[in-house]
């Protein structure tokens, strides 16, 4: 597997643990419909949390967060209005960033939890489309 689809999978992975650790129900992982993918979909008692985790090693020019345009976040609410209409989903939505920084000298795949930086941007943009 190329090295960069290795790092995003690993920056998944701690994410799920992240927010599990949180208190968070992950009830999706790499949820499709069509064209379109969210990585995390978490639930909390009052909300449904849709999360886009960007993975960089640490010195990339640019930053997790900064990687999230404004095509992926209206991507990403296109997905979810299509998952709130496909599973009657009644709790206010949310939509959220989780940066993963490795470190630049561990592989992917033998970083460990003590290794990553991981900065939790909740509620991090606005709906781009209307919901159903």
């Not at 960089?56 to 998952?83: C, F, H, Q, W």
Request: proline fraction near 5%; aromatic fraction near 8%.
């Amino acid at each position: 597997m190329a090295e960069h689809n290795t790092v995003g999978q690993q920056g998944e992975h701690f994410a799920q643990e992240y927010l599990r650790r949180k208190g968070y129900t992950i009830v999706e992982t790499n949820w499709r419909c069509s064209h379109l993918e969210v990585d995390i979909i978490a639930r909390t008692r009052r909300e449904i949390v849709f999360v886009e985790v960007k993975t960089r090693r640490t010195g990339s020019i640019l930053s997790p967060e900064e990687a999230v345009d404004m095509r992926r976040k209206e991507r990403m609410t296109r997905a979810a209005n299509i998952y709130i209409h496909l599973k009657h989903i009644n709790l206010s939505p949310r939509f959220d960033i989780i940066a993963v920084l490795l470190p630049p000298d561990i592989p992917a795949e033998q970083a460990k939890t003590s290794d990553v930086t991981i900065t939790h941007f909740e509620d991090a943009f606005p709906p781009v489309a209307k919901y159903y």
